[in-house]
């Protein structure tokens, strides 16, 4: 019993971090004639790190790095939802034709899952041993303590920051999640990411669909806090729930016929849930911007 409270609290300061880390990735690298920017660089980052912890000796520490932090620093979810983004073109951009929207989706997941894939190669090359004494979990764990607290009080008390702590706020409860689901992962099919990561997919869809969706005079969310609610639910539920950094372990481990389908049935069935769910409405009435980003 201690020793899941010590796990749970490491997962939940891990995921604060991971959501906060994420969050200020995007913002950094997400300009105006950037190259590849985006969820791309904490997916890297992700990836690099579980891969280079993995001689670290095994604790409610370690879970938290990688359960916690590396699993809600990297996103499934926000890569598949790019795709789509880029794909449909709702930010209307300038493609020569429609057409060039398929090339988006395509180039988007190669090169991302790519980036995520050389940043594990490169974590496996960096591995070095760490046997962490007693005292760090339990200071890691009162530190996830204390900074879920200062998440709700600074919630309500600091709305500049509002859409951001939502994100922490949620964001623990994703991670804890997913590490629930994982006790199913059994080879050769890792059943619990697969889950995580398809219903997260979904939720983020669902999610997104609410924030930009209108009754053509108005917003269907049209308060500026009900909109930073659904971003940080987003955000920091599907972001902690959706993993690409244990996607990636997980394919390396993989027979080589078993790394592909599984990489291809999750990118596959996610990219068609979102495309029903946003591209159906977006095709039809039209996305706008969320009332609390304009």
């Not at 891969?51 to 620093?73: D, E, P, R, W």
């Amino acid at each position: 019993m201690k020793e899941e409270i010590l796990i749970h609290l490491n997962i939940v300061h891990g995921a604060i971090w991971g959501a906060l880390a994420r969050k200020g990735l995007i913002e950094l690298t997400s300009f105006d004639g950037t190259y590849l920017g985006g969820v791309v660089w904490a997916n890297f980052v992700a990836c690099f790190v579980i891969a280079s912890v993995q001689k670290f000796n095994k604790g409610s520490f370690f879970v938290g790095i990688t359960t916690g932090f590396c699993g809600t620093l990297s996103s499934f979810s926000s890569l598949i939802l790019e795709s789509f983004e880029l794909g449909a073109n709702y930010n209307h951009l300038s493609y020569p034709t429609v057409g060039y929207g398929v090339l988006q989706v395509i180039t988007v997941i190669i090169s991302q899952l790519g980036v995520s894939i050389f940043g594990y190669h490169l974590g496996v090359h960096s591995q070095f041993k760490l046997n962490t004494p007693q005292y760090v979990t339990y200071l890691s764990a009162l530190m996830g303590l204390l900074l879920f607290v200062a998440t709700v009080v600074l919630l309500g008390t600091y709305v500049p920051w509002r859409e951001w702590m939502f994100s922490c706020l949620f964001a623990p409860f994703g991670a804890l999640m997913r590490y629930y689901l994982a006790k199913l992962n059994n080879r050769p099919f890792p059943v619990g990411t697969f889950i995580a990561n398809i219903f997260g997919t979904t939720m983020l869809a669902v999610f997104t669909l609410l924030s930009m969706s209108h009754n053509n005079t108005t917003r269907i969310i049209n308060t500026v806090i009900g909109c930073q609610a659904l971003i940080g639910a987003g955000d920091g539920f599907c972001g902690g729930l959706t993993t690409i950094s244990t996607f990636v372990a997980e394919m390396f481990k993989l027979p080589v016929s078993m790394k592909y389908k599984y990489g291809s049935i999750s990118v596959v069935i996610s990219f068609c849930i979102v495309l029903v769910i946003l591209g159906s409405y977006h095709w039809t009435q039209g996305l706008v911007t969320p009332v609390c980003q304009l």
